[in-house]
């Protein structure tokens, strides 16, 4: 059984970081295009940041441009997001997302074309 768990999440002050992870299980890691997504209270969920299978291909919404970075570690079968620079408006349920793909530098930005979804992790941000 496929599972995408997120951790790293919790409540910070506007300027601090967090450090997102999720760790995929049943599934060749390695093989699947990875995406986060956020989704404030009251409001749809929307994209945050995509990685190709190598991780070299990398995709943001511009909101989070020059803030979020997000890697991965295959080895770990584990997906960073690092955000910086953290702002209220920032503030949200966070998953992570899988799908199958090919190509090594595929990136996915629309929400319906992930396969697997983690329950999410919760992430406050103080003003």
């Known amino acids: 059984q496929v599972q995408l768990v997120e951790s790293g999440g919790g409540l910070v002050q506007a300027g601090a970081s967090l450090r997102l992870s999720c760790t995929a299980s049943?599934?060749?890691?390695?093989?699947?295009?990875m995406g986060w997504f956020r989704q404030a209270l009251g409001k749809e969920r929307e994209f945050v940041a995509a990685?190709?299978?190598?991780?070299?291909?990398?995709d943001y919404a511009d909101s989070v441009k020059g803030r979020f970075a997000g890697s991965r570690d295959n080895a770990k079968n584990t997906v960073y997001l690092q955000m910086n620079s953290l702002k209220p408006e920032d503030t949200a349920v966070y998953y992570c997302a899988a799908r199958i793909v090919t190509s090594r530098t595929t990136t996915l930005t629309d929400q319906s074309e992930y396969s697997y979804w983690g329950q999410g992790t919760q992430v406050t941000v103080s003003s």
């Open positions: 990685l190709s299978r190598n991780g070299e291909g990398t």
């Open positions: 049943a599934i060749t890691f390695s093989n699947y295009a």
